[in-house]
């Protein structure tokens, strides 16, 4: 019959093709999202779910997501010593002491002038008239408030009777930031703070015990020693300058910001969050490259690097790179050295586009983060780029495929997770899926070309079809990533979704379904012949291979849920909705063959209890060969040996 080898033809043809393959990605990629949403990564294009799981070199900023963001003053230099802060945090609370004696701030003139022009030259707020402090502003000058207050002075009142009468913004590429200000006695004065090197280079002057002397270069060096020196305790370090401006009515930086005397230096601490240093390790296990970028001191940035094990203690200078060398190579230098550099010091932004076009040039798939509007060009052209959540900018979260809502290290490494997790579900359905069409060809092809009649009509291929694509397959595609994944190497985003592993996956569980369905089918078939009429002994053996193989490929779910782990490792029970899937099309199919309406509908027939068992029986069997395989690919016990 033309018209029902057509149909047949057609059903087939439908058997083989992933119909669903669209819907699982679809619903693969929504899910992973809402996971990492809860994870507290919100992903704004789509196909960086997929990218991320190829990262293998992440680019995080040090300050904010690598460290707390929560900025403490624990040193000051003055008078050529250091004073040491107590508290932690922005809490306000805290004591100065000189070695071991405790002092009043005020009654130190070095360390009173200090702790004011940190103050004055300030952005931040701080409010402390309440029973719970509130702060607007970037922590660094928030530390540098907390630290005046806790040396008694009133900011509202210091503000009063030092008006600000202009300002020389902060500047990645100055690293300082000048305010001029009219005193009580109606002089003009700027107080200047910025990176420690650039400010002693505008200085020609020192205030040492009340009194203003030239600033040699003997005791310049001696101050960057001592910067190094702080640096080297994983202190952010920052220098503080003034310049009396009486007769200057411009106020440009080429006329402030020079003649400058030097007040001393504010160290403070940021520590490194507590899940950094686990997020470190699984990075390690994963194979991901981390580089941390900073605009702090390269001994400050070892330090900090240091402590959240990204460099060791014999750390060598080649793994460390600062703007300043950065500029005086080429790209062409750079890239040869890109592979060891694991700390970026003092670099401003547009250094972060040539460290990404370097690490692109090599091969890498590279995660970058930024927060400012001078980021944004390199979050744009790296593969991945993730904006900060809580102090990134608009136009940085707009160059981004991924915002982080807790600015957190340790969210970059769970949404690559995600990630990874997202694409192997795509990969584990493609291996159910078409083992399962696979094995239904062959069984057909065998069958006929053995002289056998067909072991399934149209109608059983297109029901088997809708139960393995339906329900379970929409399972597998939600499926828990594997406890392993962050112990694999990154995908390779060349590399095709059918690897080898996978193709043998495919033929194995293929092979298989036709290797037990051709005999099973002839067996059944010649036995009811013996005891029924030929059309009956057809029905019942169709009715039989479509019942093992609604069973087999039900089974076949479970260890395609992961290319190493068996389903007795990963357990039975950790994807409710694969078993709730499962559960409902082996209803479906004793539905079907049981119910007497349905049974002229569908061509089927009741089964003994016995085939029924047996068929369920040899569903386990291929579940454990196919686990069994899996032990052996896994172990190395089947090795080709030339002797």
């Not at 009654?107 to 952005?123: D, F, K």
Request: glycine content about 6%; some cysteine.
């Amino acid at each position: 019959d033309i018209l029902e080898m057509f149909i047949w033809g057609v059903s087939l043809a439908v058997a083989a093709v992933p119909e669903a393959l669209p819907a699982v990605v679809t619903i693969s990629l929504a899910v992973g999202v809402q996971r990492m949403v809860k994870r507290n990564a919100i992903v704004r294009k789509l196909y960086a779910v997929e990218t991320l799981g190829c990262v293998n070199v992440i680019c995080a900023d040090k300050t904010g997501t690598i460290t707390k963001n929560e900025m403490t003053v624990r040193e000051i230099y003055v008078d050529n010593k250091i004073i040491k802060v107590t508290g932690s945090g922005f809490d306000i609370k805290g004591e100065f002491y000189d070695g071991n004696s405790k002092i009043n701030p005020q009654n130190m003139e070095s360390l009173s002038l200090i702790l004011r022009i940190g103050a004055l030259c300030n952005n931040a707020q701080l409010e402390t008239e309440s029973e719970s402090t509130n702060i607007i502003g970037d922590p660094t000058e928030v530390a540098l408030l907390v630290s005046a207050v806790k040396a008694g002075l009133n900011l509202v009142e210091l503000n009063k009777k030092y008006p600000r009468i202009g300002e020389i913004p902060f500047d990645s590429n100055r690293k300082r930031m000048s305010t001029i200000h009219r005193t009580p006695e109606g002089e003009k004065v700027a107080y200047v703070k910025g990176a420690p090197e650039v400010i002693l280079q505008k200085c020609s002057y020192i205030y040492l015990n009340g009194e203003v002397t030239k600033l040699t270069e003997e005791k310049r060096q001696e101050l960057l020693e001592i910067t190094r020196n702080m640096a080297s305790n994983a202190l952010r370090v920052l220098a503080m300058a003034y310049k009396k401006l009486n007769g200057l009515e411009v106020y440009s930086a080429e006329e402030v910001e020079k003649d400058l005397i030097f007040v001393g230096l504010q160290g403070m601490i940021d520590p490194p969050r507590d899940e950094v240093i686990p997020a470190m390790e699984l990075c390690k296990k994963a194979g991901i490259r981390v580089i941390m970028i900073t605009g702090d001191h390269k001994l400050t940035a070892v330090a900090v690097a240091k402590e959240i094990g990204l460099l060791n203690e014999t750390t060598e200078d080649k793994h460390v790179l600062t703007g300043v060398e950065l500029d005086s190579i080429s790209d062409e230098e750079f890239e040869k050295v890109v592979d060891e550099v694991s700390v970026y010091a003092r670099v401003s932004p547009e250094h972060k586009v040539r460290i990404v076009n370097a690490l692109k040039k090599k091969g890498y798939v590279v995660a970058m983060t930024g927060d400012g509007v001078n980021d944004a060009p390199a979050v744009k052209r790296a593969d991945v780029g993730i904006a900060m959540g809580i102090k990134g900018t608009d136009v940085t979260k707009e160059a981004s495929e991924m915002i982080l809502a807790d600015d957190n290290f340790a969210t970059i490494v769970a949404a690559v997770e995600e990630g990874r997790g997202i694409y192997d579900n795509i990969k584990k359905y493609l291996m159910y899926l078409l083992s399962c069409n696979v094995g239904e060809i062959l069984l057909m092809f065998i069958a006929s070309l053995i002289g056998l009649p067909l072991p399934l009509l149209a109608i059983h291929i297109l029901l088997i079809n809708l139960t393995t694509d339906g329900l379970p397959a929409i399972a597998l595609s939600v499926d828990p990533p594997d406890p392993d994944i962050m112990e694999r190497p990154p995908r390779d985003p060349r590399e095709s979704v059918f690897t080898s592993r996978i193709k043998g996956i495919i033929g194995v569980g293929g092979s298989l379904m036709a290797i037990v369905g051709v005999p099973l089918f002839a067996w059944v078939y010649f036995r009811m012949l013996n005891v029924s009429s030929p059309e009956f002994a057809l029905i019942y053996a169709q009715t039989m291979i479509f019942w093992w193989m609604t069973l087999f490929e039900m089974f076949r779910a479970f260890p395609c849920r992961s290319e190493i782990k068996t389903s007795f490792e990963l357990g039975f029970t950790t994807n409710k909705y694969l078993l709730y899937g499962i559960i409902s099309s082996i209803l479906i199919t004793l539905l079907i063959i049981y119910v007497p309406a349905l049974r002229p509908l569908f061509k089927t027939t009741p089964l003994y209890f016995s085939d029924v068992l047996l068929a369920a029986a040899l569903g386990i069997i291929s579940l454990i060969v196919i686990d069994l395989g899996k032990t052996i690919a896994n172990k190395g016990w089947l090795k080709l040996r030339v002797k």
